[in-house]
């Protein structure tokens, strides 16, 4: 098998393990090594070939994937001197989550040390790894994601190159996480909500389901709203919404449930009321977000 045909992972958590199997099922030479020994009992099994150390993983393929938990813990062997010195001349595709600014730091690191860089971002669940339903972020400089597209379609779904900047993976990745958390943290908060009420969530999570089928087309909307700058509020004004959050707080309140993520995103729709944006709809927060 030609060496274009290897690859090497390293770290094996349950989303790295993902990787290096779908490569494998793929026919990839697929070496793995991980921190804490015996998890790719089962990947050598189906024909991984387990690396004594970092170093020796790095060395036996021109394409190490990197999928640990953050920058800190690939630091943790990535700048050791054994590692960087393997990696010379080679490509790492970085899948750890972190920070955009701890991307563009790692780029400039890598380019100190004459290893080729690329940043990425998975977005979809570990299910999805290996099936068309796989969705990756990319970014780096686009000859070298054009050079290794053809083993990480090995991990299948979409992949997507946004830009040269390395950053541009992590900065989509945090801002879809934020909208991930922040309406898991709106989930929870309507049960505990619910259930004080006598609902159960069983009885709750159909209508739920109901209100996410309303986002998306909502989300394409906004896009187009906040890059124009026209805030609508037609429907919706920021008046009615404030009202709306204030039946929220409470009704959560005259139960004892927490509600400072609530009152944060009320206190800033009464902000915006304040300077006179009334009329406006909930996109004018992003304009004054950022403002202190």
């Keep these: 098998m030609p060496l274009s045909s290897s690859v090497t992972l390293l770290g094996l958590g349950p989303m790295g393990h993902a990787l290096a199997g779908a490569f494998l099922d793929a026919g990839l030479r697929t070496t793995v090594w991980n921190r804490t020994p015996g998890r790719d009992l089962d990947l050598k099994k189906r024909g991984a070939i387990s690396a004594p150390s970092a170093a020796d993983a790095v060395a036996a393929s021109p394409l190490t994937v990197v999928c640990v938990v953050n920058y800190d813990a690939a630091d943790t062997f990535l700048r050791t001197e054994p590692v960087t010195d393997a990696l010379k001349g080679r490509t790492v595709v970085n899948f750890s989550s972190d920070t955009p600014d701890r991307a563009r730091r790692t780029a400039d690191w890598a380019a100190e040390h004459g290893i080729r860089y690329l940043d990425g971002a998975i977005m979809t669940p570990i299910t999805t790894i290996g099936t068309p339903h796989a969705v990756f972020l990319h970014s780096g400089p686009e000859d070298l ?131 006179g944006h009334g009329t406006d709809g909930i996109t004018r927060l992003t304009e004054l977000l950022g403002r202190r």
């Design 145 to 275: 994601y054009a050079e290794h597209r053809p083993a990480l379609d090995a991990l299948g779904g979409t992949h997507t190159h946004l830009g040269a900047d390395p950053g541009r993976a992590a900065a989509h990745d945090i801002a879809l996480l934020d909208i991930f958390w922040t309406a898991t943290a709106g989930y929870v908060h309507a049960l505990a909500l619910a259930r004080a009420e006598g609902i159960t969530a069983r009885e709750l999570a159909p209508f739920a389901q109901g209100i996410g089928a309303i986002l998306p087309p909502l989300f394409a909307e906004w896009a187009d709203d906040i890059d124009e700058g026209t805030y609508s509020g037609e429907g919706n004004p920021l008046t009615s919404s404030v009202s709306s959050m204030a039946h929220i707080v409470h009704t959560a309140e005259a139960h004892g449930i927490d509600t400072a993520v609530l009152r944060a995103a009320e206190g800033q729709a009464r902000r915006a009321v304040g300077l």
